[in-house]
């Protein structure tokens, strides 16, 4: 689907997301139907439809507007966090990460509940990985390693696995879920220093 480009566009699809998250908080990932969002939206189908063509083009537009979310989220609460160890710098990311999800019911069920589709694509997870990055570049000397990128993509990507396995195994995020994160995501990026060094 082409972006809305016309503010009144523009508008349209901002309701219909903010309708599909309220639905989705209220409810489950099935009830984002277009037929339920265009009904709750007040708009005629053909007006959703001309926007997103299926309810997995609005999950996937979802999908973004959460991880934008979370990533700001990460930006805002890092920025006084300070530490010259590995560990506490990736415990900080993960516990902001895991406070987003734990306020956000909608991004909890589409991003950790979620096993069908569409998956979080790569490109948006990059978008946590690189606050992940740079609040570890700012507080340490990180050796320089092949693809630093990649592996922070991976560090974000164990993160959110071990943060969604914990709700589907508890059906809530917990501090066991936390920890198993953080101790994960440490020990994998350790082992990629280990590596290059």
């Known amino acids: ?100 999800f734990r306020n956000q019911s909608g991004a909890k069920k589409l991003i950790l509940e979620n096993t069908i589709s569409p998956p979080v694509p790569s490109k948006e997870m990059q978008k946590v990985s690189v606050m992940i990055q740079k609040h570890l570049e700012k507080n340490l000397t990180l050796p320089s390693m092949f693809n630093k990128e990649g592996v922070f993509l991976v560090v974000t990507q ?13 059906s809530d995020l917990t501090q066991v879920g936390l920890n198993e994160a953080a101790r994960s995501s440490h020990a994998y990026l350790l082992s990629c220093i280990a590596i290059e060094s």
């Not at 164990?158 to 508890?170: M, N, P």
């Open 158 to 170: 164990i993160i959110f696995a071990v943060l969604s396995l914990d709700v589907k195994e508890t």
């Open 1 to 100: 689907m082409q972006p809305a480009k016309q503010k009144r566009s523009q508008e349209r699809v901002e309701k219909i997301l903010s309708v599909a998250d309220e639905i989705l908080c209220e409810g489950l990932i099935s009830d984002l139907t277009i037929a339920n969002i265009s009904k709750v939206a007040e708009l005629k189908r053909t007006s959703t439809y001309k926007f997103f063509e299926t309810p997995d083009d609005i999950k996937i537009a979802l999908i973004e507007k959460y991880v934008d979310a979370c990533s700001l989220h990460l930006s805002n609460n890092l920025s006084s966090k300070v530490s010259n160890e590995y560990q506490q710098c990736i415990m900080d990311c993960c516990e902001i990460i895991h406070e987003f």
